[in-house]
């Protein structure tokens, strides 16, 4: 899989949003707090392959630079688990050989995850799409449009389902000949919920990240929260809504952001069912506790019908917000908002 994949969420307008958290006045004076926290400590690069972000608000600048390293190190410790694109990782050599022994812990912490969400979804979020991509990508590769044929793929699909996962502290198995596991669609999520622990632990009480989720750390002041927004899917500097966390994470999930066809029709969200490369909605955003959440619904509820995504969210401590197609209804950029 190209890294492509892992920019799909970028839309999300954290970077604007939480860069201008409180407009263009600078953080200070815009606290009306005596004991106003200071400017935050930025840092912008690339994390999992794709743009991202950290704000840190610490009164040591030095300090918090010191935090910004802790925290790359644990980025690039959890990229060589699940990353799809480096040959020692772990996911990689799982993949491989269709078993892994004594796997590390974060591995076996996110299937497991992963595979209750599958639970939850109905099957919508299914961490064995791979093969999905990979018989995609093959098509593109041998020169044939890269259209949903349900014939074809149907011998795919039978490689496909997270039931046949077998995850052990010891041994993490396929019962499946040929299956393959990928973790896009809650590794980001998790990640910045570790990136996020981990500052916590380290005394940290504010701070605002971004891998491509987001996640809220406390508050720049007691009636200041963080903002993140949800983009304009073709319009991405247009924010559709601005969204306070506090304490909560908040993902965004759209097929626009890694097209397989030249029309945008066909994209890299699979329904697990099917085979189908096209997602019901343009984007879904989710607002959760933690990232890892936000990161697995939001991809789910790309392929889910309204009344099924409001069932979850009945009984689930989450919102989500929803941007139908451009052809239903007259206004194609209102979000239908679930709580």
């Known amino acids: 899989m190209t890294s492509n994949t892992l920019s799909r969420r970028r839309f999300l307008g954290i970077t604007a949003a939480s860069a201008a958290l409180l407009g263009s006045t600078p953080l200070h004076a815009a606290?009306?707090?005596?004991?106003?926290?200071?400017?935050?400590?930025v840092?912008?690069?690339?994390?999992?392959g794709a743009?991202?972000?950290?704000?840190?608000?610490?009164?040591?600048?030095?300090?918090?630079?010191?935090?910004?390293e802790l925290a790359l190190g644990e980025i690039q410790?959890?990229?060589?688990?699940?990353s799809l694109y480096r040959e020692d990782s772990a996911l990689v050599r799982l993949n491989?050989?269709?078993?892994?022994?004594?796997?590390?812990?974060?591995l076996c912490r996110l299937l497991s995850e992963a595979c209750a969400f599958a639970r939850l979804t109905g099957g919508y979020f299914d961490p064995t799409v791979q093969p999905l991509w990979n018989w995609y990508l093959q098509r593109e590769q041998q020169g044939a449009r890269p259209v949903f044929d349900a014939r074809a793929v149907d011998a795919t699909?039978?490689?496909?389902?997270?039931?046949?996962?077998?995850?052990?502290?010891?041994?993490?198995?396929?019962?499946?000949?040929?299956?393959?596991?990928?973790?896009?669609?809650?590794?980001?999520g998790y990640i910045t919920d570790r990136v996020t622990e981990l500052l916590r632990t380290q005394g940290l009480e504010h701070a605002m990240i971004d891998l491509g989720e987001a996640r809220s750390l406390g508050q720049p002041g007691s009636d200041r929260p963080w903002r993140a927004g949800i983009a304009k899917p073709d319009a991405p500097a247009?924010?559709?809504?601005t969204i306070e966390l506090h304490d909560q994470a908040l993902a965004t999930s759209g097929g626009y952001g890694t097209p397989l066809d030249a029309s945008g029709q066909l994209t890299h969200l699979f329904d697990p069912?099917?085979?189908?490369?096209?997602?019901?909605?343009?984007?879904?955003?989710?607002?959760?506790?933690?990232?890892?959440?936000?990161?697995?619904?939001?991809?789910?509820?790309?392929?889910?019908?309204?009344?099924?995504?409001?069932?979850?969210?009945?009984?689930?401590?989450?919102?989500?917000?929803?941007?139908?197609?451009?052809?239903?209804?007259?206004?194609?950029?209102?979000?239908?908002?679930?709580a």
């Open 238 to 241: 247009q924010l559709l809504e």
């Open 157 to 188: 699909l039978r490689r496909i389902g997270y039931q046949a996962i077998d995850i052990e502290a010891e041994r993490i198995r396929f019962r499946r000949p040929d299956m393959a596991v990928t973790l896009n669609g809650i590794a980001q």
């Open 31 to 41: 606290l009306s707090r005596p004991d106003a926290l200071p400017e935050p400590v």
């Open 273 to 338: 069912h099917t085979g189908s490369a096209q997602p019901i909605w343009r984007s879904v955003s989710v607002r959760a506790a933690d990232a890892t959440t936000a990161d697995a619904l939001s991809t789910a509820f790309s392929l889910m019908q309204e009344s099924k995504i409001r069932d979850i969210v009945s009984v689930f401590p989450v919102q989500a917000w929803l941007l139908p197609p451009k052809n239903q209804g007259s206004d194609g950029d209102r979000l239908i908002h679930l």
């Open 51 to 68: 743009d991202a972000q950290m704000q840190l608000l610490h009164p040591d600048r030095a300090r918090a630079e010191q935090l910004i």
């Open 77 to 82: 410790r959890l990229e060589k688990v699940f």
């Open 96 to 106: 491989r050989d269709g078993q892994l022994d004594s796997p590390p812990g974060d």
């Open 43 to 48: 840092w912008r690069g690339v994390a999992l």
